[in-house]
């Protein structure tokens, strides 16, 4: 058997049609920027998230600049955060010349542990960064109210959980301002680069709608310094189509996660996913904790079964993080989680022989 991991062509061939039409309407009518589609596809997911703004943007990165520039986050800043995440999370930070200020993990979510965050904040404290890993979100009662108590924004890292719920909400509507990723690999993928912010506040949603057209206010007449940040009408095209699909595609990787875990409930030399109770996961990643990763990993591969690692290793470990002064044991979860996690194939089409045949090479 040959197990694909994100299983990208399945998907395309089953909205073929639709998809390559759409495709076909936008290079005939030319829009390629700032097209109908693009307003069209920012009120669909206003309406999917509950959020009251949603703007899209060229990526998640960007979506990540755009929410910290839209709060002012300057040079001398410091953003609370995890270090276990995709570089983006802090590069950003980084980026606007503010600190990036770690905080280590919860055991069993992967996520920011939020009994661990009063610690690390001080006077130069502006935002604290969840990210919900995996498709899960963090412990956001918790976090909110430090937040609330400290008076800190808080920007949600959705870019792994689009439609993922906490308390019954998404977390598109949690939070100051929360974003995404339309990355192809992502639970909601373009065909491209792709990604959106969402915030509940119609001035944050105003100054984040001109960031991403260069600060302008109106055309050639500029307000902020902002960037070229706009997702391309042909990504929004393709988005339309796939959105009213998602909601679908969200209960069968539900679904998958469920099967898998029944399956894997009795290997002991596992840990498997832990989702809380207020909570339910996108399921960007069905991930599962092994001691002797690279030897599994392996054996793996040899019988046609991909797997990933997200992620290998914590960011207060990269050289480009070196100067902030971490060292190896100040996040220890973190740093044991790298060392043993290991995602399954995962998307909303692996089949019941192929988890079959996945669980019985583990
Ligand atoms: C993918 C990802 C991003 C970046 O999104 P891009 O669209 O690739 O720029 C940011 N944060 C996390 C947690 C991600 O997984």
Known sequence: MKIDFANLQYQHNLYKDEIEEAILKVARN??????????????????????????????????????????????????????FTFIATAETIAFLGATPVFVDIDEKTYNIDPNKIEDKITSKTKAIIPVSLYGQAADMDKIQDIATKHNLKIIIDGAQSFGCTYNGKTDSNLGDISTTSFFPAKPLGCYGDGGAVFTNDEKIANKMKSLRLHGQSKRYHHKYIGMGGRLDTLQAAILNIKLKY????????????????????TKTNLILPYIDEKATSAWAQYSVRVKNRDEVQNR?????????????????????FLYLGYKKGDFPISEIVSDEIMSLPMNPYVTDEEIEYIVGNL
Do not use: W
Not at 36 to 64: H, I, M, P, R, W
């Open 30 to 83: 030319c829009n390629f920027i700032m097209g109908n589609e693009v307003q069209e596809l920012e009120k669909s997911l206003e309406d999917f998230t509950g959020a009251k703004y949603a703007v899209t943007c060229s990526n998640g990165t960007d979506a990540l600049l755009l929410a910290m520039m839209a709060l002012d986050i300057k040079p001398g800043d410091e953003v609370i955060t995890t270090p």
């Open 246 to 265: 998602y909601p679908k595609d969200l209960a069968l990787r539900q679904e998958v996660a469920f099967k898998y875990t029944k399956a894997l409930e």
């Open 300 to 320: 793996l591969k040899e019988a046609g079964i991909p797997t990933a690692v997200h992620y290998p290793m914590p960011l207060h470990l990269q050289e480009c």
